[in-house]
């Protein structure tokens, strides 16, 4: 079986990771891959690594709005070329890139569009995605929430789609050394360390956290620390955020970083302050490596920490919960945090491990080329 993936980017995001995650699984089961992207593939991004492993990678190189008609041409010339079964569209770009594509092409592919996040734009998005919901094959939803309100509003046709979370490999973690934050940042013996890995934008909501971080400073006499491990748009305005409230002793930016499994391993706990989400690959990443989570209710998030089993949820953009909570899980004992790691990768195996993710689109794609 042929699949290309139709993505905006090879960026080291949830989305994309996710995507290529699941190349590499199909490709070892004996699939035929390969990918287009629209942007300039990034200088630090996945398309070495696919090339590197036999996966082909086609970039359009539409980094501006205005030159993608020019682009579309060799788009389609390319899908004439590689012939593949599957067409998987990941993101908002994308897919609808791919639903005109297919309304009028000749070729005999099947549509898959998968979308990511519970928002994914305001009135004009939405009108385009119910304007076209005949068009895909099938349509995917990685959060449930999203899926159910996507089928609600009328944007995706429900006897045409489903909700397939993202996935987490397992063994990503295992035998993996704990990267030393006291060490590396000279912390204070007994510091409690926190750890975000998400891309510094507007989505995960940062100025939440940094509210909640300057709460957490007048509610507690231990050390601690929030680390950020990510790079984004917003990196200069969060930096400067971060200096004018005074935080640099409780905020510690790390840029991006490749060895996300050690500074799991390495953390207390796992945050995330975003205001809009799917199902998060790196919550579903820290909860294999057995790190308990404060999270807002964003996305699935909610169904993924069950509140004060294997973390604690606060609602969206509410910065003194989010604090209080940060509070309660610094002040768990080291037995306590124990098991409610071991309570998050538990339910990340049960509910989220790769291989049977994997198995689920092999069945959607094998049920729609028969």
Same mark, same amino acid.
């Given at each position: 079986m042929k699949v290309l993936f139709f993505i905006t980017g090879l960026g080291y995001g949830g989305a994309e990771t996710e995507t290529v995650n699941l190349a590499y699984e199909l490709k070892k089961r004996g699939h035929e #891959? @390969?990918?287009i992207t629209i942007i300039t593939p990034y200088a630090n991004g996945y398309e070495t690594d696919l090339k590197n492993n036999g996966i082909p990678v086609h970039a359009l190189h539409v980094n501006e709005k205005k030159?993608?008609?020019?682009?579309?041409?060799?788009?389609m010339k390319w899908i004439k070329q590689e012939r593949p079964d599957i067409i998987h569209a990941q993101m908002y770009a994308p897919n609808i890139i791919s639903r005109l594509l297919k309304k009028f092409s000749s070729s005999n592919y099947y549509l898959i569009n998968t979308i990511q996040n519970t928002i994914e734009g305001g009135t004009l998005?939405? #009108?385009?995605?119910?304007?076209?919901?005949?068009?895909?094959? $099938? =349509? /995917?939803? =990685?959060? !449930? !929430?999203g899926y159910n309100n996507y089928t609600g509003a009328n944007l995706i046709k429900k006897e045409t789609s489903g909700f397939i979370p993202n996935s987490v490999g397992m063994s990503s973690f295992a035998d993996v050394k704990a990267f030393d934050f006291h060490a590396d940042l000279n912390l204070a013996p007994g510091t409690f360390v $926190?750890?975000?890995?998400? *891309?510094?934008? *507007? +989505?995960?909501?940062?100025?939440?956290?940094?509210?909640? =971080?300057? @709460?957490?400073r007048k509610m507690t006499d231990k050390p601690f620390v929030a680390c950020i491990a990510g790079i984004g748009t917003l990196e200069k305005e969060l930096h400067e955020q971060v200096e004018a409230m005074g935080l +640099? +002793?409780? #905020? !510690?930016?790390?840029?991006? !970083?490749?060895?996300?499994?050690?500074?799991?391993?390495?953390?207390? /706990? $796992?945050?995330?302050?975003?205001?809009?989400e799917g199902t998060s690959l790196s919550l579903l990443e820290a909860m294999s490596a057995s790190l308990p989570a404060v999270v807002t209710n964003a996305g699935d998030n909610e169904f993924v920490v069950i509140d004060g089993v294997n973390g604690y949820v606060s609602n969206i953009n509410e910065a003194q919960p989010f604090a209080e909570n940060l509070k309660k899980m610094m002040e768990r004992s080291s037995g306590e945090l124990l098991e409610m790691g071991t309570k998050s990768k538990e339910m990340a195996k049960e509910k989220f491990d790769r291989s049977r993710i994997v198995d689920r689109w092999v069945e959607e794609y094998e049920k729609r080329t028969k």
């Open positions: #891959i @390969s990918f030159n993608l008609a020019f682009a579309l041409p060799r788009l998005r939405k #009108i385009a995605y119910r304007m076209t919901s005949g068009i895909p094959n $099938f =349509v /995917s939803h =990685v959060s !449930r !929430r $926190f750890l975000a890995v998400a *891309r510094l934008e *507007r +989505q995960k909501d940062y100025p939440t956290l940094f509210k909640a =971080v300057d @709460s957490l +640099q +002793q409780y #905020i !510690r930016f790390l840029g991006l !970083r490749k060895d996300v499994p050690n500074l799991m391993k390495g953390a207390d /706990s $796992f945050i995330m302050s975003s205001e809009w």
